[in-house]
């Protein structure tokens, strides 16, 4: 598939990363999030790696440009589902993604977003 | 990856498929959320389905086999983000997806599976 789908859920968006990303494949996402957050007016993305059993520098600087992008765009971005292996593998690689929030599922997520949301 | 994440919104089940099915990755599907439902009492299912571009009869078959599946374990399913070109395509197939209902996006599908749920 050429594309990766992002799904509204009210105020936020949903990315479900499930295939391994090439540069085209992440291009287009970051191009299809900006559009998307501009059309929604969404205040917040969930980025959900639960698929991932591993992720790499080329993954690791895809979601910290994801996050950046959104917080220009006036929404904050939640990193969810990381299996436990990928948060070792991340810190042994001594990648701790600065700039990006974590939670440990969707709900999580979403409830992290709504508190910020509310509270700013 | 091996496996299609099948993530948890409040009481619904959400499945985001993205990538070419196969039998293996299907049964796995299958065989995960029925575990899923079982472990967290769903009442739906919702299946995105925006990020193909074609339904060939076999993810036609799948769909209806999960749908059947959730339906005995007390759970409905609702198809949502099918595209046009897609819905012309499963009706010139003469696929019309029987007992499967659909929504245009996500949230219309939670809606609708809000008030069968509140219905029922």
């Known amino acids: 598939m050429e594309r990766i789908p992002i799904l509204q859920m009210g105020p936020y968006l949903l990315v479900t990363i499930q295939v391994d990303m090439h540069d085209q494949l992440a291009l287009r996402l970051q191009d299809d999030l900006a559009e998307k957050i501009s059309k929604t007016s969404a205040r917040g993305v969930l980025i959900d790696i639960s698929a991932l059993d591993m992720v790499d520098s080329f993954i690791g600087r895809m ?3 994801i996050s950046g992008l ?4 006036d929404a904050q971005t939640v990193l969810v589902g990381m299996q436990p292996a ?3 593998t991340l810190v042994e ?4 993604l600065p700039g990006v929030s974590t939670a440990l599922n969707v709900e999580r997520g979403m409830r992290l977003l709504q508190a910020r949301v509310d509270g700013s």
């Not at 959104?70 to 765009?73: E, G, V």
């Not at 690689?93 to 701790?96: A, E, K």
Request: aromatic residues 0%; without cysteine.
């Open 63 to 65: 979601i910290g440009t």
């Open 86 to 88: 990928v948060a070792i």
């Open 70 to 73: 959104s917080r220009i765009m």
């Open 93 to 96: 690689l001594g990648m701790n």
